[in-house]
């Protein structure tokens, strides 16, 4: 969205802000609930990154073609409405597709209803731009809510299980990391990525600070 | 937005009468209702077909040589196909039968807490030897590495292999309850040898199983003959 004197993003702005700048897992720590719970193995994550991506594209999509005749009193029913809804339609979806995917995920499909990713980014973004924008900006947050997913499910299988997609890594001799795919280890692989970023920010926002200042050393 | 300076929508949320709010509504629930309904009719058939596919994959594991599976009801009045919901005192179960027809055996369900939560087995019963000769997990959330040992556990899988279920003289109960006893004192064949270590989810299984075929099995039994082949 854009402020009175500030630029319009660009579709590629729009698109690449929720996989890289405001990564809903990394940078703005949304959704934390599927997040930990549903990433003890790839495959896990990956459905319920695209599960989520869906309704969230959806979603998005619906409430941004609707968004001049919601009144703003009715607008967060409307909008839940809409998310129930999407979320309704992927639940049978996935039913139809794999009944293995269907009970691993469990209740986390339907709490996909309650994830501030959506109703925020519909509040947020989908509300204030045209069908497009809003669709683009929620494939890009979808993706990158898909990729936090994987980073986290990956390792967790990874060290947990010694696979990789249900294929084993390390052959029989290999003894799992077991905590890894508990409750627990969603906290260490979660926090060990958050201390990654956090690092690589703080980094680059020290590499900035030093050009600036040499700029205007330079410049003087 | 409005033509005024202030960004803020709040001046003009008094002036939207009611009858707006409630068509909005009405016509993004309409819509919703839509999708809904049109999306469970179109899976429907999908979903139906998983379901069962899953629960012969499930059978056919307990139950090896099956190439057909029935669903059955048995209560007091003897037994009916399952259709609708499980009438009163009655309880499910599966017939499976070979390429031929002929009966190769029962199986059904049972279900107790476990250590994380309901713990969800099928059982095959072989009605010659009326014994349990096989078991199956369907769904649990027991802690990987411990808990799902229950179908790991080659030594714990064994006590499956002819575990007791007589009825009684009287055809009411089971002569034995099946029950879980400590890792290595089994002696019986009524008797399952817990898992040492897991011996929570362990005894959630024999209860399931006790619980199941208490019973369903002093209704199927005396109706056995009437599942004739198919």
Not at chain 1, 2 to 16: D, H, I, R, T, V
Not at chain 2, 75 to 94: D, H, L, R
Not at chain 2, 106 to 126: P, T
Request: overall charge positive; glycine content about 10%.
């Amino acid at each position: 969205m854009a402020l009175p004197g500030q630029k319009q993003p660009s579709n590629m702005e729009e698109f690449l802000e929720g996989i890289w700048k405001q990564n809903p897992t990394f940078v703005m720590v949304l959704g934390m609930c599927p997040t930990l719970a549903v990433t003890v193995s790839a495959m896990n994550a990956i459905s319920m990154g695209l599960a989520t991506t869906f309704v969230l594209v959806a979603s998005c999509l619906l409430v941004s073609t609707v968004r001049n005749i919601v009144p703003p009193q009715v607008r967060i029913a409307t909008y839940i409405l809409i998310i129930a809804t999407f979320v309704t339609v992927v639940d049978y979806a996935i039913q139809a597709i794999s009944l293995a995917v269907y009970d691993a995920l469990g209740a986390f499909i339907q709490l996909i209803v309650v994830n501030c990713i959506i109703l925020g980014r519909a509040e947020a973004h989908a509300a204030k731009n045209p069908p497009v924008r809003a669709a683009i900006n929620a494939v890009g947050m979808g993706i990158g809510f898909t990729i936090g997913l994987f980073a986290l499910g990956g390792v967790r299988e990874v060290l947990g299980a010694g696979k990789l997609f249900g294929i084993s890594l390390f052959g029989p001799d290999f003894q799992p990391w077991v905590v890894m795919v508990l409750p627990p280890g969603g906290f260490f692989v979660l926090a060990s990525w958050l201390l990654l970023f956090n690092w690589l920010n703080s980094r680059k926002t020290r590499a900035d600070r030093i050009e600036t200042v040499g700029g205007h050393v330079h410049g003087a | 937005m409005s033509e005024q300076a202030t960004p803020t929508a709040a001046p003009e949320a008094p002036a939207t009468p009611s009858a707006a709010m409630i068509r909005t509504l009405g016509l993004v629930a309409t819509i919703c209702g839509v999708l809904i309904v049109s999306s469970y009719e179109g899976t429907l058939d999908a979903v139906n077909a998983n379901k069962k596919i899953a629960l012969e994959r499930a059978v056919f594991q307990v139950i090896p040589g099956a190439a057909k599976v029935e669903e059955y009801y048995a209560t007091s009045a003897g037994i009916q196909p399952a259709t609708g919901p499980t009438p009163e005192g009655g309880a499910k179960f599966y017939a499976a039968y070979d390429k031929a027809g002929a009966i190769k055996g029962i199986a059904a369900e049972g279900a107790s807490k476990g250590y994380a939560d309901v713990v969800r087995v099928l059982f095959a019963y072989d009605p010659a030897k009326q014994v349990i000769n096989g078991i199956g997990v369907i769904s649990m959330r027991e802690t990987p590495g411990i808990g799902d040992k229950i179908y790991t556990d080659k030594a714990f899988l064994k006590n499956f292999e002819a575990l007791d279920v007589k009825l009684a003289a009287d055809m009411k109960t089971l002569a034995n309850a099946v029950k879980v006893v400590k890792h290595g004192t089994k002696q019986n064949a009524w008797e399952i040898d817990a898992i040492s270590g897991a011996t929570v989810t362990s005894k959630a299984v024999g209860r399931g199983i006790n619980e199941s075929a208490q019973k369903l099995l002093p209704l199927l039994v005396p109706n056995l003959d009437k599942l004739g082949s198919k």
